[in-house]
C-alpha cells in the first residue's frame, strides 16, 4: 500500500496525496476522462477515446505506478504519475502530469512535480524520464524549472532529471547556512568571553 500522507498546497485550495493502488482507481480514471480535448492531446499526445483511458487507469491500478493527486472538493483534479523503470526503453522511471483546466495557474503542477520528486527519491532513483508533446508549452517549462534537459524528436519532448544534481543547490544552501550560523556562534563567544574578561578585572567598572 501507498503513502496516505497529505500534504496541503499553500498557493490552491486543495492538498495532495498520493492514492492507494485498486481501492481509488476510479478517482484517477475520472479525472482523466474529465479532461477537456487540449489536455487530453497534451497528456497522451494524441486525442485518445474513452476506452483507451479506462484501460490505461487501470494498468496503473496493477503495475506499480504511484499515483499523487491534487484534490479539492473531494475531487482528484491534477495528477502526477510515477512509473516504474521496467516500463521505460531506456529503464528510467517514467513521470507524467495532467491538470484540469480549472485549477490551471494556482500552482498545482509544482507541487505535484515537488512531491513526486520526493517519492522518487524515498524509492532511491536517481534520474526520471520525461516525455511530453511538443506543443505542451506548459509541460516543457514545468520540466525545465525542475531541470529537465529536453530534446525535440518526432513530435515529442523527451528528456531526464537529474535527482542528484538536483541536490546540490539544496546542499549549498545548507552548508551556506551552517557557515553563517557558525561564524554567529562565534561572534557572540568572543563577545561573552570579553564581557567576562573586562568584569574579573574590573575593566567593565564605571567610576
Not at 486543495?14 to 478517482?27: I, S
Not at 537529474?162 to 557558525?182: C, H, S, V
Request: with cysteine.
Amino acid at each position: 500500500m501507498q503513502h496516505q500522507n497529505t500534504t496541503h498546497s499553500p498557493l490552491a485550495r486543495g492538498y495532495v496525496r498520493t492514492l492507494r493502488q485498486q481501492e481509488e482507481l476510479p478517482l484517477l480514471r475520472d479525472h482523466l476522462l474529465r479532461l477537456d480535448p487540449g489536455s487530453r492531446h497534451d497528456r497522451f499526445n494524441g486525442f485518445l477515446d474513452d476506452s483507451f483511458i479506462e484501460h490505461y487507469a487501470a494498468k496503473c491500478a496493477d503495475d506499480g505506478t504511484v499515483i499523487i493527486a491534487y484534490f479539492e472538493g473531494g475531487v482528484v483534479r491534477g495528477a502526477a504519475e510515477l512509473h516504474p523503470p521496467d516500463q521505460s526503453p531506456d529503464a528510467l522511471p517514467e513521470i507524467a502530469f495532467s491538470v484540469e483546466a480549472s485549477v490551471r495557474r494556482q500552482g498545482v503542477g509544482s507541487i505535484l512535480f515537488k512531491k513526486l520528486i520526493v517519492e522518487a527519491r524515498a524509492k532511491g532513483y536517481h534520474s526520471l524520464r520525461i516525455t511530453t508533446g511538443a506543443q505542451n508549452h506548459a509541460m516543457r517549462a514545468l520540466a525545465n524549472k525542475f531541470g529537465a534537459h529536453l530534446a525535440f524528436s518526432h513530435g515529442e519532448s523527451t528528456g531526464s532529471i537529474d535527482l542528484k544534481q538536483q541536490r546540490q543547490p539544496e546542499l549549498a544552501r545548507l552548508a551556506f547556512a551552517t557557515a553563517i550560523d557558525a561564524a554567529r556562534a562565534m561572534m557572540n563567544f568572543n563577545r561573552m568571553y570579553w564581557k567576562l574578561l573586562l568584569r574579573m578585572y574590573g575593566w567593565g567598572r564605571t567610576a
